[in-house]
């Protein structure tokens, strides 16, 4: 009897799908470890550059509303007489908390009016939102109190600080009349930045044109000599990227170049978030669970496609090569009708017209 071949169509068919099943794990796997760090930047990245731009513009609204409030007043002050004034800016002030003072001098740079009377009198001709509101609209970075220090008090003895916006007033002839100042206390800025780290996950750091950190959502302040995106936010350029910073963490950290929105005055400031390295955060879990579950959904069909080949194709062969060994042994049975592929249909065709030629010769 001639030696036949030990591997059968069955098993060849299995040893294809599981062939196909090991690549399948294989390159993937390759893939992953070739280029999963280079994945994980990338979405890093995007979400340090996303909820970046998004802190941004959640502050820049909120000043903006500010704003638009303060032209509200601007275009009641030459209606009203100083005591009436007086009231209206305490009230628009709130509980002084945010809004620490709110004040309206005339062209000479004489206060006529302002929160609680604060500084009425008092020359402030030289302070940069009464020069800077001369000229149009101001926005001014983070500073210390001057003139409030010993008139408003700071929290737990930390000295006063404040960003300013400042307009002129035009009065009914059309001519400037003096100017409308609001100084908004810069804790309630901190706070707003922490507010926006808690929400999205990222530290907040607010920097005017030099690069120097204005505020931020956490106490440690680089210099910007340190780091090459406190460098970078000098020219106000939109960038960002993987650096190492002082701490000695890794952080993604992307430079939104202007925080503005609408008509509100550019403080000048641009804002940078980070995100620690060791996040992966922004659904980057929820990706890689989704391609596991992907790739195990494909194995799982391809190993239930080899199922249905082997029992749908290979069996029937299977058969009729057992049936045809029997029929050449004497058996006078007939082989099974087929009819799942053409060559096995041809097969069980042919095994039949043999064996029916050979029971007619032996009748």
Do not use: K
Request: with cysteine.
């Amino acid at each position: 009897m001639t030696d036949l071949p030990r591997l059968t169509l069955r098993t060849a068919a299995i040893s294809f799908g599981t062939a196909c099943l090991l690549v399948m794990l294989l390159v993937p796997s390759i893939f992953a470890l070739l280029r999963a760090d280079r994945f994980t930047d990338s979405t890093l990245d995007y979400a340090a550059r996303f909820r970046t731009g998004a802190a941004a513009d959640d502050l820049a609204r909120t000043l903006e509303r500010d704003w638009r409030d303060l032209q509200s007043l601007a275009e009641r002050v030459p209606d009203l007489e100083p005591d009436q004034l007086g009231y209206l800016l305490t009230g628009a002030s709130g509980d002084g908390r945010r809004i620490s003072w709110l004040g309206y001098a005339d062209l000479g740079g004489s206060v006529v009016a302002a929160t609680n009377d604060l500084l009425v009198g008092e020359d402030v001709s030289q302070r940069p939102w009464f020069r800077g509101g001369l000229s149009g609209g101001f926005a001014g970075d983070v500073h210390d109190a001057v003139l409030l220090a010993n008139l408003v008090g700071g929290d737990g003895g930390e000295p006063l600080r404040f960003i300013d916006l400042a307009l002129p007033v035009i009065d009914q002839n059309g001519d400037p009349a003096g100017v409308l100042g609001l100084h908004i206390n810069a804790n309630w800025l901190t706070g707003e930045l922490r507010e926006s780290a808690r929400i999205y996950g990222l530290d907040f750091y607010l920097l005017n044109p030099a690069g120097e950190i204005s505020a931020s959502s956490v106490q440690d302040a680089p210099s910007a000599g340190e780091l090459q995106i406190l460098r970078a936010a000098q020219t106000g350029i939109d960038t960002g990227g993987r650096e190492r910073w002082p701490d000695g963490r890794d952080y993604f950290s992307s430079l939104f170049p202007q925080v503005t929105y609408g008509d509100l005055p550019n403080f000048g400031w641009r804002m940078i978030g980070r995100l620690e390295a060791t996040q992966l955060t922004f659904g980057v879990d929820l990706v890689r669970n989704g391609a596991h579950w992907v790739l195990l959904g494909m194995i799982a069909t391809i190993g239930l496609l080899t199922l249905i080949f082997v029992r749908a194709v290979a069996a029937p062969i299977g058969q009729l090569s057992a049936s045809a060994e029997r029929i050449s042994d004497g058996s006078q049975e007939y082989p099974p009708n087929s009819s799942i592929t053409r060559e096995a249909a041809q097969l069980s065709q042919a095994l039949t017209r043999l064996q029916q030629d050979r029971i007619s010769e032996d009748r």
